[in-house]
Nanobody
Framework: QVQLVESGGGLVQAGGSLRLSCAAS????????MGWYRQAPGKQRELVAT???????NYADSVKGRFTISRTNAKNMVYLQMNSLKPEDTAVYYC??????????WGQGTQVTVSS
């Protein structure tokens, strides 16, 4: 099993920045890809950014140029640097980890609220 714990969410004004962190524990050697997803009220969960074990990244069009995903070599931390935040970025942000066999684990989520 892999446990994921997010931190770093909060309330910020539009144009501000936040850095989300996700700490993985347990069978971290099982983890290949990691990522961040978000879910706004009344909407489906959507991909924000992913990063492979080889450090290849993928971003949603809505966050390209504003958000940056990174991870440690030890596979136990993944980060999301969020700049130029907009009210539409308001959501619960979830950390995700995927194994080589495509098994997935999720964190409990952290709230990000951007005021206009």
């Amino acid at each position: 099993q892999v446990q994921l714990v997010e931190s770093g969410g909060g309330l910020v004004q539009a144009g501000g920045s936040l850095r989300l962190s996700c700490a993985a524990s347990g069978m971290i050697f099982s983890i290949n890809d990691m990522g961040w997803y978000r879910q706004a009220p009344g909407k489906q969960r959507e991909l924000v950014a992913t990063i492979t074990s080889g450090r290849m990244t993928n971003y949603a069009d809505s966050v390209k140029g504003r958000f940056t995903i990174s991870r440690t070599n030890a596979k136990n931390m993944v980060y999301l640097q969020m700049n130029s935040l907009k009210p539409e970025d308001t959501a619960v942000y979830y950390c995700n980890a995927v194994s080589a066999t495509r098994r997935q684990w999720w964190g409990q989520g952290t709230q990000v609220t951007v005021s206009s």
